[in-house]
């Protein structure tokens, strides 16, 4: 995906959002909240999992103004959705939410180019930064997602070297799947996993999968995410 020009919206304009959570039973009701805290909101699609924001945000980039998500999903969790976007050249403004103390996932959030991190329960708050990121303002001590694109894109992490395929067969590589194993999760024959595999151990410059499983668990480690 290109890397994409956002301006701020007029004032007054509605606001289109994705929203990420993968509890239901939590989403409902924060669905419900933002929505009457702002009249003007339209959550145009909402995903339980991270991979599906990103193919999504990837896809349909002028389908919504900002993405909201979730920290903690079933997946990739909401700082490795940012920063597989950003490593895209998104420049989509994206404002993370949590219920866990926002100390938790701070420096994550900061790393992966999120706009901002507020409590869950606070919709207040929410309504705030929605309106401000509207505007093309960040919250207070957090980047640009022009900013955020410039510095991820001149990192030397070797995670920027996998498409999301590779990525998804790593991630069950180090939960402990063997070939056949990931082959029924991700619903291929073995063999597109050992082909695969060998695109890994290339791109990342390593000898064995175990290798690269560590390089893996680092960048995890990065996002607070292990």
């Not at 304009?13 to 990420?20: D, F, N």
């Not at 903690?72 to 950003?86: E, M, N, Q």
């Not at 991630?171 to 082959?183: F, H, R, T, V």
């Not at 595999?197 to 480690?221: C, D, G, M, S, Y």
Request: hydrophobic share 40%.
């Amino acid at each position: 995906m290109g890397t994409e020009q956002t301006k701020g919206a007029p004032a007054g304009a509605g606001i289109r959002i994705a929203l990420v959570e993968n509890d239901v039973l939590a989403r409902k009701p924060l669905e419900y909240l933002l929505t009457r805290a702002m009249p003007d909101l339209r959550i145009v699609e909402t995903f339980t999992n991270g991979m599906d924001a990103i193919q999504y945000c990837s896809q349909h980039r002028r389908s919504i103004d900002i993405l909201l998500t979730d920290m903690h999903l079933g997946d990739v969790d909401g700082p490795a959705v940012a920063w597989r976007l950003r490593c895209a050249g998104s420049m989509l403004p994206i404002l993370g939410i949590t219920s866990l103390p926002l100390g938790h996932y701070h420096d994550a959030v900061v790393a992966a180019g999120l706009q901002g991190l507020l409590p869950k329960s606070n919709i207040a708050r929410i309504v705030t930064a929605l309106r401000d990121l509207q505007q093309g303002k960040p919250c207070a001590g957090y980047e640009s997602p022009a900013m955020a694109v410039a510095r991820i894109g001149k990192s030397a992490s070797p995670m920027r070297a996998l498409t999301d395929a590779q990525t998804k067969v790593l991630e069950l590589a180090a939960a402990g799947y063997d070939s056949n194993g990931i082959a029924r999760q991700l619903h291929c024959a073995p063999s597109t996993v050992r082909k695969h595999k060998q695109n890994i151990l290339a791109r990342l410059n390593v000898p064995t999968i175990q290798e690269a499983v560590v390089q893996w668990t680092r960048f995890q480690h990065m996002f607070n995410l292990d």
